[in-house]
């Protein structure tokens, strides 16, 4: 299954040699058992005349998860980005960063970008990792969802600072969550909160002109800001970012009845370890899930915009 899911991706890009090399690399991490692919089946769930993806994976139902801090203070902590293993490497970034295929993967090419330095999941992101961000998004021919998973309520499951990125579904031209805030239109240059999303979150508009280390630090910075100002400086939150928008979304606990929820949730993509679990999330829905994972929706959003530049 593993082969067949990568070859039906692999088929649909243009390839460019980043393309090649990470095809290759997970060719073999598969082949010598470093790489677990784990089989899913994918449902499409209606709201607000948006589908979102929920995803069914029973394995996950026998991996433990623990928090960052967590698995920090265990005395059988063992980092698994420091050092990496040499198997799922795909290279080295801008001599700060890795790249990584993710050692447990649902979708084939799930990359990781891990600072090559130990720096505690959760920090802010610099320049330097929008660097390592950008050498990879722009050297792959297939749209990546980049996200991160920031604070002990995020999701988050490892210590050591690293962002995922995940080929966009063929079936979406952008992530759910984020097409439903593009909805209002959202100005360049500021800071934007939706009344479209039932749920707290600060979100900038990209174009050209955004696409560099400078300019994406920036418009994280001033979502950060915001989000920050809102709440807390040690609040927990998930980003998003697309090649059109950079979101970032406030939390208030990781899970909601059993389902836990990261970056690649409140993007609109769930995951479901149980067949209650399923259940559960079609009667009560992925936006009301994410409403009870979230922050409630800040008063008047539709005119909360905030320039930067």
């Known amino acids: 299954m593993a082969k067949a899911a990568a070859t039906k991706l692999a088929t649909t890009m243009a390839k460019t040699p980043l393309d090649t090399l ?23 769930q209606t709201e607000q005349d948006v589908n979102f993806e929920v995803r069914y994976v029973p394995a996950l139902a026998k991996k433990p998860s623990s928090k960052p801090r967590e698995k920090l203070m265990s ?19 801008c001599g700060s960063h890795q790249l990584l295929l993710n050692k447990y993967c649902v979708v084939p090419y799930h ?22 961000v950008l050498a990879t ?6 749209p990546q969802i980049v ?4 604070g002990e309520e995020s999701g988050a ?7 995922q990125l995940l080929p966009m579904p063929e079936y979406l031209d952008a992530p759910p969550t984020v097409g439903m805030w593009m909805r209002s239109t959202p100005k360049l240059g500021h800071t934007h909160v939706s009344c479209d999303l039932p749920f707290a979150h600060f979100g900038v508009r990209l174009d050209s002109s955004c696409a560099s280390p400078s300019g994406l630090a920036a418009a994280y910075s001033a979502a950060l800001k915001d989000l920050t100002s809102a709440y807390s400086k040690s609040a927990s939150y998930n980003m998003v970012l697309t090649s059109t928008a950079l979101m970032l979304f406030p939390r208030r606990c990781n899970s909601w009845e059993g389902i836990s929820i990261n970056s690649l949730g409140f993007a609109g993509l769930v995951l479901c370890k149980t067949t209650a679990e399923l259940d559960l999330v079609k009667q009560l829905g992925v936006l009301n899930l994410l409403a009870n994972v979230g922050h409630p929706a800040l008063p008047n959003a539709s005119s909360a915009t905030q320039a930067f530049a």
């Open 75 to 93: 005395s059988d902590f063992v980092n698994p980005f420091l050092p990496f293993d040499q198997r799922l490497h795909v290279k080295s970034l």
């Open 22 to 44: 990470v095809q290759a690399r997970y060719a073999d991490a598969i082949a010598q058992g470093a790489l677990l692919f784990t089989d899913s089946t994918v449902s499409l």
């Open 111 to 132: 990359l990781l970008i891990t600072t090559a330095e130990f720096r505690q999941q959760g920090e802010p992101l610099t320049e330097s990792d929008f660097a390592a």
């Open 137 to 142: 998004t722009s050297s792959l021919s297939r």
């Open 147 to 150: 996200f991160y998973n920031s």
């Open 157 to 163: 499951s490892q210590p050591h600072k690293h962002m």
